[in-house]
């Protein structure tokens, strides 16, 4: 297999890189820097070559993809990138997969379902650490219903941290002003509705009890209820320090009230970072949930039961391992569905989580990638069952007694 890496000389891209020189064919490293590419690429042997790509030149692009058999997209921020690279890729008659985690360019490219059908090319959009696992834990957590009503799907923004901090703000910090800064997409009573960002929500966590998150404008529900559309509530809410909330709700409400722009904001977010903890490790310090998680209530058994699934096992330390590797795995399984689909559409939740293992830290055993606590248990059975070695029992057993 030829595989085609947009971004491959990016945090993440190199991250997903590095897992598949070891797995394809071919890897093309392709990067709007032709020096960057080409050090990606020599570091990772004579299966990787290097290409310079402006994603903006979309012949040139077309072109490149038809060169392979599937194109791995990390180039953000996916508001001004994404629908048009997928095009591209489409025209190309290529299968596709990306990180994307912006709402509005998510709900673009899943308009373009009948165009990829009728290319007979799959395209997976979002599949990441959230969105895409966190889509997945969801996934996993819904079929452990009879019947779901709620899902919250969460990540902690603390392990959202680039590897490289700078002044200049990267595409996840221009991401992360365009979703504090204007309304974001909910479900609310079955309904499809936008309100603003970062409103406190409380979610009481199976084994753990109440924790609190902030709403963010993730794609989560925007393609969770398509894939469930059962549902009545479904939101996706980041995990932080009141402070680290206070000044991007700040920056949002500056910028929705057009005193600052975007750019200006992204700008001072990116100086603020280096206030935050450099240590991914420090998100289970600051808070009582899971770093990444899903959460679905609803009925089983004819009883009303909150499921809680967490990620007990982590590919890395850094933003770009948790979203880089996964988003590898994905692109290696290859689903054969044509059209334009979020991961828990295609992916099988248990049979994704055991080809992540052999790249999580410590080469974990693939039943301890997903912790899994329901409202149901008794204490000394969710105890027990929280004993499966995983890196968040240890934060899961300290908060259920």
Request: negative net charge.
């Amino acid at each position: 297999m030829r595989v085609l890496v947009l971004g491959g000389a990016g945090e993440i891209g190199r991250a997903a890189a590095r897992l598949l020189a070891a797995e394809v064919d071919q890897l093309v490293i392709a990067d709007l820097s032709a020096d960057a590419a080409g050090a990606v690429a020599e570091q990772l042997g004579p299966t990787a070559v290097a290409r310079p790509i402006d994603v903006a030149d979309h012949d040139r692009l077309v072109a490149l993809a038809r060169d392979c058999d599937i194109v791995v997209n990390t180039v953000g921020p996916f508001f001004r990138f994404g629908p048009g690279i997928l095009a591209a890729v489409i025209e190309a008659g290529r299968d596709y997969v990306d990180v994307c985690d912006d709402p509005a360019p998510t709900a673009t490219m899943l308009d373009l379902h009948e165009r990829a059908a009728a290319a007979g090319i799959t395209a997976v959009i979002g599949m990441g650490a959230s969105p895409g696992v966190a889509n997945l834990l969801a996934s996993k957590a819904v079929s452990l219903l009879d019947r779901t009503e709620s899902l919250v799907t969460g990540w902690n923004l603390l392990m959202a941290q680039p590897q490289q901090r700078g002044w200049r703000p990267s595409a996840a910090i221009v991401h992360g002003i365009e979703q504090v800064s204007m309304p974001i997409p909910v479900i609310r009573g079955g309904a499809l509705t936008r309100e603003l960002p970062l409103r406190r929500t409380t979610i009481d966590y199976p084994g753990i009890g109440p924790g609190v998150g902030w709403t963010f404008g993730h794609p989560e529900p925007v393609t969770l209820a398509r894939t469930f559309p059962d549902l009545a509530d479904c939101v996706n809410v980041a995990l932080a320090p009141r402070y680290a909330v206070a000044s991007l709700s700040a920056l949002g409400s500056a910028v929705r009230a057009g005193l600052v722009s975007r750019e200006r904001a992204a700008t001072l977010a990116a100086a603020a970072e280096h206030v935050l903890p450099s240590s991914p490790l420090a998100a289970l310090d600051h808070g009582c949930l899971p770093p990444l998680f899903a959460v679905a209530t609803g009925t089983l058994d004819g009883a009303a039961a909150t499921i809680g699934c967490a990620l007990g096992q982590f590919p890395g330390l850094t933003m770009a391992e948790a979203t880089g590797i996964p988003l590898a795995v994905g692109a290696l399984l290859r689903p054969d569905r044509p059209g334009v689909h979020p991961p828990e559409a295609v992916y099988d939740p248990d049979e994704f989580f055991h080809r992540l293992a052999p790249y999580c830290l410590g080469n974990p055993r693939p039943e301890s990638m997903v912790v899994v606590t329901n409202s149901q248990w008794t204490q000394a059975v969710n105890n027990a069952a929280l004993d499966s070695g995983s890196l968040v029992t240890a934060l899961l057993r300290s908060r259920a007694r």
